[in-house]
């Protein structure tokens, strides 16, 4: 049974970096590409970026590029989430969610909260 | 790359069908069989529902069904129940490895 589990948010200043992770259990994490996927609070699920199975190959919305790098520890089982230049329109629950034998979200983290205030 | 554009809510009796739709353009939906369906309750994360326009992944009731018209997709929940009161959302692959997610659907269960 594969579970994702997110830490790392938190409350950090508008214009400050913060890094999410996301731990990976059940399955070997080199077989399958990810994606971490946001939500602010009352609003709807926004795609926020892509890494492939092995890191060579990553994607990222418009509204979080050049500010946001994604990349993996396979060896840990770990994926990371890089964020600087925080805005208060990145304030979201961060979810990683897994890609398994399509382009879609077959099983996803519970969450973590980050919220941008000056 | 727009949202897909969702209905923000939708309702139904115990034992009725409803049907949420989800439209997109010729860049998305109209493009790729890529449509996927999550369902999220109160508090927790989202659960995939359908893929590939119209497959359910095991443990799905077939009560929950996907189709696609040109730029439309819908999902259709037959036999309503009180459990399936949730936000549905509707995401299409784009191109070159990009995903764009419909703004979501309450479902009330009258």
């Known amino acids: 049974q594969v579970q994702l589990v997110e830490s790392g948010g938190g409350v950090v200043q508008t214009g400050k970096s913060l890094r999410l992770s996301c731990v990976v259990s059940?399955?070997?994490?080199?077989?399958?590409?990810f994606h971490w996927v946001r939500q602010a609070p009352g609003k709807g699920l926004e795609w926020v970026a892509h890494?492939?199975?092995?890191?060579?190959?990553?994607d990222y919305a418009d509204s979080v590029k050049g500010r946001f790098i994604t990349s993996r520890d396979n060896s840990n089982n770990t994926l990371f989430l890089e964020m600087s230049s925080l805005t208060k329109e990145d304030t979201a629950v961060y979810y990683c969610a897994r890609q398994n034998w399509g382009p879609y979200f077959d099983s996803w983290g519970q969450g973590t909260l980050v919220s941008v205030s000056s | 790359q727009s949202a897909l554009t969702q209905p923000p809510s939708a309702s139904g009796s115990p034992g009725q069908s409803v049907t949420i739709s989800c439209t997109g353009t010729?860049?998305?939906?109209?493009?790729?069989?890529?449509v996927s369906w999550y369902q999220q309750e109160s508090g927790k994360a989202p659960k995939l529902l359908i893929y590939d326009v119209s497959k359910r992944p095991s443990g799905v009731p077939d009560r929950f069904s996907g189709s696609k018209s040109a730029n439309t997709a819908s999902l259709t929940v037959s036999g309503l129940q009180a459990e399936d009161e949730a936000d549905y959302y509707c995401t299409s692959y784009v191109a070159t490895n990009s995903w764009v997610f419909g703004g979501g659907t309450k479902l009330t269960v009258l």
């Open positions: 010729n860049d998305d939906i109209g493009r790729f069989n890529y």
């Open positions: 890494i492939s199975h092995d890191g060579g190959r990553t």
């Open positions: 059940g399955i070997t994490l080199r077989g399958y590409a």
